[in-house]
Every structure is written in C-alpha cells, then in structure tokens.
C-alpha cells in the first residue's frame, strides 16, 4: 500500500472524438473565442495573432477524418505547423525573386 501511495498518478484523458476535434479547429482557424476577454489580457488568442483561415465542409471532413486518434495537443500542433505554410511559401518566392518580398494587399 505504501508503494503504491508512492507512484505517480495516472489520469485517462480520452482522445478528442471527431466533434471535439472540429470545435479544436473551428477555435484555432476561425478565431470562435471570447475577443473581449483577448483584448482584456483574460484569454490569449490560440496561435498568437488571429490566424483567417477557411476550408470548405468536404476539406474539414478529410482533416477530421485523418485526425482520428490526434489528442488536442496534436491538433493544435498539426494546424501551427499548416499556419506556417503560406509564410514559408512567401520565403521561397521571396528567393527566387531576388530577396525581395511582395508588396503587401
């Protein structure tokens, strides 16, 4: 008994069913939470700086489906990691082009 007092607890946190994972995106991509408390310092926005984003409902279908078994924390990294991916393009075009970004809006 006092072993077991001992060992580190374990709590079962189940996966994110395809429901919760959508709210996961629907949060991180579509900026769904409380921007009155964001700008009051209460609550921070999910990835920084608001992030537009849009897929349509057959893009947000495949993404949920190849989401299954993600826990939260991967679904926050796996859409992080996709935010990025306009940037890096501007990059590459940017050395193509000499350096030189485009011109903005």
């Known amino acids: ?3 077991r007092r001992r060992l ?9 069913c395809a429901e919760a994972r959508k709210a996961i995106v629907d949060i991180f991509l579509r900026n769904e939470f409380d921007e009155d ?8 926005a999910p990835l920084g700086d608001k992030v537009r984003a849009r897929l349509s409902p057959s893009e947000l279908s ?3 489906s190849k989401t299954e078994g993600y826990s939260g924390s991967d679904m926050r990294a796996l859409i992080q990691e996709a935010s990025y991916g ?4 501007l990059q590459r075009a940017a050395m193509v ?4 970004l485009p ?3």
């Not at 408390?37 to 921070?44: C, E, P, R, Y």
């Not at 306009?86 to 393009?89: F, I």
Request: cysteine-free; aromatic content about 2%.
């Open 8 to 16: 580190p607890k374990q709590l079962y946190i189940p996966l994110p």
């Open 1 to 3: 008994e006092a072993a």
């Open 103 to 105: 011109a903005a809006g």
């Open 37 to 44: 408390a964001a700008s009051s310092g209460d609550a921070k």
């Open 97 to 100: 082009d000499g350096g030189q």
């Open 62 to 64: 495949t993404l949920l």
């Open 86 to 89: 306009p940037v890096r393009e």
